[in-house]
């Protein structure tokens, strides 16, 4: 599964990206729009009826229905989900979104919401930092390598992201510290090339139990929507198997787009390798 994640400070941008992704065929199951925004949710749902007609549900005052999952986080509030990808988003990261409601719910106090005993915490965290901001989110979530080039291609021209000349490809270089795994990375972690290499090689370490990792970002200077996305999968993954994983060395291109995005609070951040190995504590640094 291909993820794109695109940030948004304004609510007309992320307009037109919601409508250039359904304009390039990428359906609308493959789609969600977070938001904490009521008035935002409910504008999206009248102004993209067109693109969304296979949508259900209803509420007085707006021209089509919508699915929307509701989630209350802490320290933020309730988040509306709009596109039948949520529960499915929500659930990928964790959330415990709880089920789709329709879109009256948005007006209902007594709509379900996520009980004291479903997972909210680490998992979720990117969703928390980037909303309560007032920032919304786009994500698409497709098996098709093409859709999900061409939604990075949308995302990353009208989301908050990196722009400029692409470097050249991934590659990456696994080495043991004590017990921590540091993984090397230079190049560009994209769609269909870097994404895919980042995956296989957390997916790895997690299925040998490695719960200690390092990311050295220090040759990477390109990240695109899809990257971005990989290396939140990556997050929660780790933290699935009840590890740490730690970002090192990033460059000023990497470290303005994950403050914009305000992704920099989510992630574990060390200034360098020594600081990153230090912060696991004593018992993962051994000879």
């Known amino acids: 599964m291909e993820t794109a994640i695109g940030v948004f400070a304004s609510r ?3 307009e037109r990206a919601f409508k250039e992704l359904r304009e390039r065929g990428v359906p609308e199951d493959s789609i969600v729009f977070l938001t904490r925004s009521e008035s935002d949710a409910k504008t999206i749902a009248k102004e993209f009826g067109a693109y969304v007609g296979g949508f259900v549900g209803g ?16 320290g933020v509030g309730t988040i509306f989900a709009l596109g039948f990808g949520a529960a499915a988003l929500l659930g990928a990261a964790g959330a415990g979104a709880g089920a789709t409601v329709s879109s009256a719910a948005v007006h209902d106090p007594d709509a379900p919401q996520p009980t004291a005993g479903e997972k909210s915490s680490e998992d979720n965290a990117f ?26 291609q949308v995302l990353d021209r009208l989301g908050i992201g990196m722009t400029g000349p692409v470097p ?13 795994t540091v993984v090397d990375i230079t190049g560009r972690i994209t769609v269909g090339e870097g994404n895919v290499i980042l995956r296989e090689i957390v997916r790895d370490l997690a299925e040998k139990g490695k719960k200690a990792i390092v990311l050295n970002l220090e ?11 990989e290396l939140v999968k990556a997050h929660t993954t780790i933290r699935g198997q009840g590890g740490q994983l730690k970002l090192v060395n990033l460059n000023k291109r990497i470290h303005d787009l994950l403050e914009m ?10 200034k360098d390798e020594a600081s990153a190995i230090k912060s696991f504590g004593g018992s993962q640094v051994v000879a």
């Open 12 to 14: 007309d941008n992320a």
């Open 59 to 74: 509420a007085a005052g707006m021209t089509t229905g919508v699915v929307a999952a509701t989630l209350l986080l802490p």
């Open 127 to 152: 969703f928390r930092e980037v909303l309560k901001e007032g920032r919304s989110l786009i994500a698409v979530r497709t098996e098709s390598k093409e859709l999900a080039t061409s939604a990075c």
């Open 168 to 180: 050249l490809k991934m590659q990456t270089t696994t080495r043991q510290v004590g017990g921590v």
């Open 219 to 229: 040759e990477v200077h390109y990240i695109d929507s899809s990257g971005v996305g």
């Open 261 to 270: 995005t305000r992704l920099s609070t989510v992630f574990d951040i060390q």
